[in-house]
C-alpha cells in the first residue's frame, strides 16, 4: 500500500510570495489533514477535510492560507503571501472512516518551507 | 478541549540504556493515546496506541507505553536504546468527542549516544 505522498520536499521562498504545495493521500482515505509544523514544536492542525468538504479550519489563517481538496483525492495547501513566520515542515496525513474510531492518521514527509 | 503536556524537551541517554519519555493529558472526555517517532526529515509513523483493555501497550521497535487514568499519564519506556533510537517523540491524544482531532504534545527529543 502507498503512503501519503506529498510535493515538493523543499522549497525557500521570499516573503511576500506565493508557494503551494500538494498532497495524495493513501487510497480510500477519506479524511486528509493539514498540518504546520513550526520547529520545536509539535504539530498543529490547520485544516481536516472530509471527503471534500472542509471539517475543521478553525485555525487556518484565512487572511493568507488557503487549500481545497477538489474531488476527494488530492488537496493542495496555499500560502499568498508568505510571511517570515510561516517557515515550517507542512504535513499532510490521511485516515480512513471504514476503519472506524479513532481514524489512526497516516503521514507524509512533510515540505519544509523556509521564507527568506 | 485536550491538552498534551511532554515534560522534557530532551533527553540524552547513552546506548543500551533505558529511557522513559513523560507525557500528560488532560480531557474532560474519554480520550485514545499515541506515542509516534519523527526522524530526520520525515513525517511522523506510529509507535504505538492505546484505545482500550489492557493498559500496557507494546509497540514497535522494543517500546511500550502504560495508560494510567488515574495519573491521566501515557509515558513511553524502552529498557534498551540503540543508536538508530534517536528522534523526536510526539505524545497525542484523540478525545472521544472529536471526531479524529489530534492534539499533539510538543516534542521530546531523544538523543543516544555511544
Known amino acids: 500500500e502507498a503512503g501519503v505522498a506529498q510535493s515538493p520536499r523543499y522549497k525557500i521562498i521570499e516573503k511576500r510570495q506565493s508557494v503551494a504545495f500538494w498532497c495524495n493521500p493513501i487510497s480510500g482515505h477519506a479524511t486528509l489533514y493539514w498540518y504546520q509544523q513550526i520547529l520545536g514544536q509539535g504539530p498543529k492542525l490547520l485544516i481536516q477535510?472530509?471527503?471534500?468538504?472542509?471539517?475543521?479550519d478553525s485555525q487556518l489563517p484565512k487572511d493568507r492560507f488557503s487549500a481545497e481538496r477538489l474531488k476527494g483525492v488530492d488537496s493542495t495547501l496555499k500560502i499568498q503571501p508568505a510571511k517570515l513566520e510561516d517557515s515550517a515542515v507542512y504535513l499532510c496525513a490521511s485516515s480512513s472512516l471504514i476503519q472506524g474510531p479513532p481514524y489512526e492518521q497516516y503521514f507524509g514527509p512533510g515540505t519544509r518551507l523556509t521564507v527568506t | 478541549a485536550q491538552s498534551v503536556t511532554q515534560l522534557d524537551s530532551q533527553v540524552p541517554v547513552f546506548e543500551e540504556a533505558p529511557v522513559e519519555l513523560r507525557c500528560n493529558y488532560s480531557?474532560?472526555?474519554?480520550?485514545?493515546l499515541f506515542w509516534y517517532v519523527q526522524y530526520p526529515n520525515q513525517g511522523l509513523q506510529l509507535l504505538l496506541k492505546y484505545l482500550s483493555g489492557s493498559t500496557l501497550v507494546k509497540g514497535i521497535n522494543g517500546f511500550e507505553a502504560e495508560f494510567n487514568k488515574s495519573q491521566t499519564s501515557f509515558h513511553l519506556r524502552k529498557p534498551s536504546v540503540h543508536i538508530s533510537d534517536t528522534a523526536e517523540y510526539f505524545c497525542a491524544v484523540i478525545s472521544t468527542d472529536s471526531w479524529g482531532k489530534f492534539q499533539f504534545g510538543a516534542g521530546t527529543q531523544v538523543v543516544v549516544t555511544p
Open positions: 480531557s474532560s472526555v474519554s480520550v485514545y
Open positions: 477535510f472530509q471527503n471534500n468538504g472542509v471539517v475543521d
